[in-house]
């Protein structure tokens, strides 16, 4: 099927002249998860996974994606033309490497990109790096439209409005600030095409990307009023907000027209707003969004609904993880029937709306494939042994979790319990750490990674990222990586603390709390301190920990992390099988 495809647009390629088409996984948005209709990077190659760019040319097919990806791509791309680039290792070229290659060899002299799903800035750097040996790239070409007949439509859920009692603001106030903004850069007009930034802007949600509560939109913020630019249906809680905020509404293909017409000086960032709407803009000013930091920084009634649903996600929790290892006893469980076993114990929140990703549960092998994602072919059956890897989390009412627990299933080998040790030591290194006001995750990266360096052991993945307030659950700019990430870690900032460990062909080990950050004592008092304080409640699997490893300190904290989950937990479990469990499950070590 994917040779076909292939087949079909190399015909459509050397009808319009184009010697080579790159597909990045985007949306007009830059959205992270995104809907049917933008996947022509999937629709092309047949890979799933959330990123990764694929590149076709006239006799050659490739694939870039990161280390998450690089099992589950090798094993999509099997049987096609497809060369998998394990983008990030240092014999794999950049696409713009490979494609400098394949052009000058070949003779191309035209390459194409969708300039509605690229970034102005990836396709200016394009442009410039394909000028150096005279090669064009087409940027108002969807070749999607040729060969993919029958291609979903562009989503158009009902959009609806959150209520300022889960908010804390009111979306004139955030208009307000953004306002405020646009002054202090001299900017007549702010522009977002980011789905978060306007349903964060507007205080509305809709379901047009999977467990992500977005809905396909632009926003322009004039001084005077406000246009909203979607195709969505809006309920009477969303119209009565856009009227109380003077938000004009208008059909959302029509913002292209209409850039064109506006002759004042916009603000909005070349990183993010795709290149035909972009080279539409008259008078750029072109930063940052201040949006991007607003949301980020949440305020004392979003911190209130965090911690609401990490409340409901505990009970969750618990009852499935009282479940579990009985079950897989008892045989015929699954990695699918547990997670599914989860989601259904999550729904019994009246507050619960979705998942908030594609719950990972990975059984030993499985569990070292990042981002695994099992299959009704690759469903591993669990045995009363090993470790299980899940990475779960939901969308509330009152906000967004993400958690990885790893649980030892029965017997584990001393190399499980190896990984599994100094993990956990990574974690609790990162939540012990105080770090002075203005310190970016970058520079806080290593303070996790380095008690695995010291195991021997590593990891390729990022050591925590922002989460979004009912909004994606991985949110920026803040984050914890080793690639430079500037963005400081302000008090009122939600970002996970999730180091790994991951043997291939053999297991896996994470875990995962979500962090809010917050100002910390000083004894000295001379620098602003800040730390990450655990939200998440959920014990931490002890059966698999090796005590000689552990330092005093590390168990202590372990300790009163338990001690803090029973008593916030125990309260709001009805069951007294659930209630005597946690109890045993927080016991100190």
Known sequence: ???????????????????????????????????????????????????????????????????????????????????????????????????????????????????????????????????????SVRTNYDAMRMIWHERPAIPASEIYAIEQEYTGETATERLRRIREKMTQCHADA?????????????????????MTPVFVSFLLVEHDNATLYCNGKLSDSAQKVLSEARVAVKPYTKLQEELQTIDSRILCDSTVTCHTLYKNIKHVIDQ???????????????????????????????????????AVAAGGQTEISVSDKLEQLRKEAKEFRSLSFDTISGYNAHGAIVHYSATPQSNAALKPEGLLLVDSGAQYTCGTTD???????????????????????????LATTPFPENTNGTQLDSVARSVLWRGGLHYMHGTGHGVGWRLCVHEGPQGIRQP??????????????????????????????????????????????????????????????????????????????????????LPLLSDEADRQWLVEATQEI
Request: hydrophobic content about 40%; some cysteine; glycine content about 6%.
């Open 288 to 326: 940052p969004s201040p949006v991007q930091t607003f949301k980020a920084v949440k305020n004392t009634v979003e911190i209130g609904g965090f911690r609401q649903s990490m409340l409901l996600d505990g009970i969750a929790l618990v009852k499935w993880l009282r479940w579990l290892k009985p």
């Open 1 to 135: 099927m994917i040779n076909e495809r292939l087949r079909l647009l190399r015909h459509e390629m050397a009808a319009e002249g184009i010697d080579a088409i790159i597909f990045p996984t985007n949306d007009p948005h830059g959205s992270e998860y995104v809907a049917p209709h933008w996947q022509a990077r999937q629709y092309v190659s047949g890979f799933t996974g959330s990123a990764g760019t694929a590149v076709v040319t006239a006799t050659e097919a490739a694939l870039w994606t990161d280390s998450r990806y690089f099992l589950q791509a090798a094993e999509q791309l099997s049987g096609t033309e497809y060369q998998l680039m394990k983008d990030g290792m240092a014999d794999t070229p950049t696409v713009t490497e490979w494609l400098l290659r394949k052009m000058s060899a070949n003779g191309g002299t035209c390459i194409a990109v969708d300039g509605m799903v690229a970034s102005y800035s990836v396709v200016k750097q394009l442009q410039l790096d394909m000028q150096r040996i005279g090669v």
């Open 484 to 569: 430079w990430t500037p963005a400081p870690l302000c008090p009122g900032m939600v970002v996970t603390d999730e180091p790994g460990v991951y043997i291939e062909g053999c297991f896996g080990v994470r875990i995962e709390n979500m962090m809010l950050v917050e100002q910390a004592e000083n004894p000295t008092g001379l620098y602003s301190m800040n730390r990450l304080t655990p939200l998440t409640l959920c014990p931490i699997d002890t059966a698999p920990i090796d005590v000689s490893l552990m330092t005093t300190d590390e168990i202590h904290w372990l300790n009163r992390y338990h001690s803090h989950v029973r008593e916030a937990l």
């Open 403 to 429: 958690i990885t627990r790893t649980i030892a299933l029965g017997p584990v080998s001393k190399e499980m319990r190896h990984a599994y040790t100094h993990v956990l030591k990574a974690n609790i290194a």
């Open 190 to 210: 702010f522009l977002t095409t980011d789905l978060m930034e306007v349903a964060w802007t507007l205080n509305l949600r809709g379901s047009d990307l999977p």
